[in-house]
């Protein structure tokens, strides 16, 4: 069973920097036969998808609100999964998650996703 731990989050102000972790254990396959996507909730909302890469290609998909500041990366080596944030803002505030799909696409819905972490709290204060 797949295994994902995030790490990474914290209290941050606007403009600063964050980079999140999430090492997955227990894969079957290797970490480039999985989807791997990033999502994010915050109170009172529904989860939404920030940012997702292929399992094939490695292709990558963005929500609008954090192009240009987010980016998705992946260590093979490591079995882990990044997501560097820059400029933060505090609309970016929520319970960050990741996830995983084995053979899946860069399609960044949470109904895509099977496997998932716990989550790691990033809180941006204006």
């Known amino acids: 069973q797949v295994q994902l731990v995030e790490s990474g989050g914290g209290l941050v102000q606007s403009g600063a920097s964050l980079r999140l972790s999430c090492a997955a254990s227990g894969l079957t396959l290797d970490l480039n036969y999985y989807a791997i996507g990033w999502f994010r909730q915050a109170p009172g909302k529904e989860r939404e998808g920030v940012s997702c890469m292929s399992a094939s290609d490695g292709s990558t998909n963005y929500a609008e609100s954090v192009k240009g500041r987010f980016t998705i990366s992946r260590d093979y080596a490591k079995n882990t999964v990044y997501l560097q944030m820059n400029s933060l803002k505090p609309e970016d505030t929520g319970v960050y998650f990741c996830?995983?799909?084995?053979?899946?696409?860069?399609?960044?819905?949470?109904?895509?996703?099977?496997?998932w972490g716990q989550g790691t709290q990033v809180t941006v204060s204006s």
């Open positions: 996830a995983a799909e084995k053979y899946g696409t860069n399609w960044c819905l949470p109904r895509a996703y099977d496997s």
